[in-house]
């Protein structure tokens, strides 16, 4: 399978932190979720990636291309949608559109008034008596108009409601039908990562835990509800976390189809994103 992104050992240390030898594949036409605690490393590795922060690594290709020689035309292809808008607050949409055609080559003027008049925003009206949600509407019509082939988003959909988010969750979707376009998105709305994601990477205290499709983690990991009993005569290497309610446990397991094999009647639930973050976190055995 072609990678949009290899990452070889990248590193980056700050006083108190260090993101640490990170290995990371990133499959081209996939949607990855990137997850993990605040303060993870998750947008540390997102400016390390893009070269906004200066970092170590054997490698770093992002469409085959070596990033330290070719960063320029690596980044004609990446749009990268933060929590905030970074356009100045006077410039309207139009005036957007009139700047972003000279600085992309490939920039899409019909694409951009398209988007722009699906997302209902005014186009002579000043970024800054748009709202949250509309402001982040624009960065997305501008990441769809220059055909990028990468689109990096870092908490991007945080604080918006659910109706725009499932919309721009649409969208997303809609941008990877084109098996060349990747999506690397970093939330904590996990319900998001729930409904789109390809894969899960994992990152716990700077270093990554796993990246695995979606799929797999749903068929690999089961949460179960037990008692001290059942919860003891569990092999502990199968158990990644629990939590101890007021009459039982909730446990997060690994191997859940040999164990559903042993505990025929026990009701063993494919966990969630949230779950599997919650528990691989508190750990608790
Ligand atoms: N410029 C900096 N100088 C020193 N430490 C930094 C700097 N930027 C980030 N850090 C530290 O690096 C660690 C990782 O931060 P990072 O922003 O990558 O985490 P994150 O997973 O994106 O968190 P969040 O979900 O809260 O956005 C934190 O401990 C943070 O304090």
Not at 55 to 67: A, R, T
Not at 175 to 203: G, P, Q
Request: hydrophobic share 40%; charged share 25%; with cysteine.
């Amino acid at each position: 399978m072609e990678n949009a992104i290899e990452i070889k050992n990248l590193s980056k240390s700050y006083e108190d932190f260090c993101l640490n030898n990170i290995i990371l594949n990133i499959p081209k036409g996939s949607i990855v979720g990137l997850i993990g605690e605040n303060g993870a490393g998750k947008s540390t590795l997102i400016s390390s990636l893009l070269g906004i922060i200066k970092s170590s690594y054997e490698e770093l290709k992002i469409f085959g291309m070596d990033f330290k020689t070719d960063e320029i035309q690596i980044k004609k292809d990446i749009a990268v949608i933060f929590d905030t808008t970074h356009y100045d607050d006077e410039f309207t949409p139009k005036f957007i559109g009139q700047i972003l055609s000279k600085v992309y080559s490939n920039w899409d003027q019909a694409t951009y008034l398209k988007y722009i008049h699906q997302f209902n925003l005014p186009m002579k009206k000043k970024i800054k008596k748009f709202s949250r949600g509309m402001k982040m509407k624009l960065e997305f019509a501008i990441a769809f108009s220059h055909d990028a082939k990468l689109l990096i988003l870092d908490e991007a959909t945080s604080g918006l409601d659910p109706i725009i988010r499932d919309e721009i969750l649409s969208i997303i979707r809609e941008y990877t039908e084109d098996e060349n376009h990747t999506v690397l998105m970093s939330s904590h709305i996990t319900s998001d990562l729930d409904k789109i994601s390809d894969y899960i990477a994992y990152i716990h205290e700077g270093e990554l835990l796993f990246m695995k499709p979606y799929d797999e983690l749903r068929e690999e990991y089961g949460v179960l509800h037990v008692g001290k009993e059942l919860l003891d005569s569990l092999n502990r290497e199968d158990i990644i976390g629990y939590t101890k309610g007021a009459y039982s446990y909730t446990i997060l397991v690994k191997n859940r189809l040999a164990i559903q094999s042993v505990f025929k009647d026990l009701e063993i639930m494919r966990p969630t994103v949230e779950e599997i973050m919650l528990f691989y976190a508190k750990g608790g055995c």
